[in-house]
T-cell receptor, first 110, second 114 residues
């Protein structure tokens, strides 16, 4: 993913709705993908990962989908809560080097 | 598990001064990474170590930046002399040695160079 500079894409959702955050990755050789959540003043926090031999993986309230054909990754958050408000980063790993996308800001409206 | 510990949390210094950032990785993790985060460039990998040995420092901006890992539980990132454009949040992360294992980040050091 490319850095988006000063303007992070923002997704605004109503509390209780589902959220879908998308990420396009660049390296077709990437074989491992991670989603991170970053709250203000904190470091990125691991949410969920997926290897390239899978196309879906579920965690607690989160699901990651991988489409290798179009090099697309998505994070689905079920029943979004105010505590989910943060910046979300996807990261791709090729050759044990992790490269981060520019991030998406999720805002949850009460 | 205390997580990755970084110090200081905030550092304000004047241009030309030396700055040293510190990191204690998670015990048992064999790989350590230094990242820099800015609004303009996002998260950039500066350098990473495996078993205390620097593997890739191609992200280090210039010779003013240096990093060391004298043992498995401690690493430093030094900037000498510092410049205003070095202002950023610097993160340290660690991971286990197994291939495709996630990075665990510290809470960063916010550096301001005036």
């Amino acid at each position: 993913g490319e850095s988006v500079g000063l303007h992070l894409p923002t997704l605004s959702v109503q509390e209780g709705d589902n959220s879908i955050i998308n990420c396009a990755y660049s390296n077709s050789a990437s074989d491992y993908f991670i989603w991170y959540k970053q709250e203000s003043g904190k470091g990125p926090q691991f949410i969920i990962d997926i290897r390239s031999n899978m196309d879906k993986r579920q965690g607690q309230r989160v699901t990651v989908l991988l489409n290798k054909t179009v090099k697309h990754l998505s994070l689905q958050i079920a029943a979004t809560q105010p505590g989910d408000s943060a910046v979300y980063f996807c990261a791709e790993n090729a050759g044990n080097m992790l490269t981060f996308g520019g991030g998406t800001r999720l805002m949850v409206k009460p | 598990d205390a997580g990755v510990i970084q110090s200081p949390r905030h550092e304000v210094t004047e241009m030309g001064q030396e700055v040293t950032l510190r990191c204690k990785p998670i015990s048992g993790h064999n790989s350590l990474f230094w990242y820099r985060q800015t609004m303009m460039r996002g998260l950039e990998l500066l350098i990473y170590f495996n078993n205390n040995v620097p593997i890739d420092d191609s992200g280090m901006p210039e010779d003013r930046f240096s990093a060391k890992m004298p043992n498995a539980s401690f690493s430093t990132l030094k900037i000498q002399p510092s410049e205003p454009r070095d202002s950023a949040v610097y993160f340290c992360a660690s991971s286990s040695s197994s291939y495709n294992s996630p990075l665990h980040f510290g809470n960063g050091t916010r550096l301001t160079v005036t």
